[in-house]
């Protein structure tokens, strides 16, 4: 079975957040049996450069996988975190969670349609090679797009923009257009009986000194061995709010 870990990195984002997630995720992509693929080349450099995950449905097609995974630069995966592949139905797409769409979207016939009102979490999502329309491009403009486009209070007070959505609105009405069926990781969990499971950290509203001061007391708590968090050692753990 062919899997790719995909996740996106143009510019060298954040050498000191990769430093603490990357040894982690390649980690997993050995216990799953999959590759560890990095985005790092612009295919539509006009649009934001979030929007290059949606490079993973030609990747994807090209390289053959039977399961293609999008995690995020700056998230944490616990080794003990589980092969999703193995629970996921093939002609399901899933993400850790899902939000509601209406928050955030302004809809249009395709949201209409659907009914189902999810929103993509787009930091960590899963689809087999039946599912590759998750990643299609965007059938109407950029423009248009973004106008739909209304981030929640809290992310406007935070580090989030109207443009850093577009690869969650983007795959939100991919679900919608393509009736693609969902799932989440957290439900996998519960069902599972997993009822409290640390399997992955992320948090998307803090600045990258915070992520990173957060990453290492995070690190500390898991009580990971040095091996796989090499770069931990030479950070100083500072608790949040010093």
């Known amino acids: 079975m062919r899997k790719t870990i995909y996740t996106l990195n143009v510019g060298g984002y954040a050498p000191e957040l990769t430093a603490l997630t990357y040894p982690l995720l390649e980690h997993y992509a050995r216990k799953i049996g999959a590759e560890f693929y990095i985005i790092e080349s612009r ?3 006009t649009y934001p450069v979030v929007y290059e995950k949606l490079q993973i449905g030609d990747l994807a097609a ?5 399961w293609s995974i999008y995690i995020d630069s700056d998230a944490l995966v616990h080794p003990e975190t589980i092969d999703f592949s193995c629970f996921i139905p093939k002609d399901t ?5 899902v939000d509601m769409a209406a928050i955030r979207w302004r809809y249009d016939y395709p949201f209409w349609r659907d009914g189902r009102n999810v929103g993509s979490c787009n930091w960590n999502t899963w689809a087999s090679e039946w599912c590759r329309d998750l990643w299609a491009p965007l059938d109407i403009s950029l423009d248009e797009a973004l106008s739909n486009i209304f981030p929640t209070v809290n992310e406007l007070n935070t580090v989030i923009t109207t443009d850093h959505l577009i690869d969650d609105y983007t795959l939100s009405r991919n679900i919608a257009r393509f009736g693609l069926k969902v799932t989440s990781l957290m439900e996998i969990e519960k069902k599972l009986g997993f009822t409290d499971a640390e399997f992955f950290w992320h948090q998307y509203t803090v600045s990258i000194e915070e992520k990173v001061k957060q990453m290492s007391e995070v690190l ?3 009580k990971l061995p040095r091996s796989l968090t090499p770069a931990l050692s030479t950070l100083k753990v500072v608790a949040v709010g010093e």
């Open 43 to 45: 295919k539509w450099p």
């Open 62 to 66: 090209k390289r053959g996988d039977e």
């Open 93 to 97: 797409v899933a993400h850790n969670g």
């Open 220 to 222: 500390e708590r898991w």
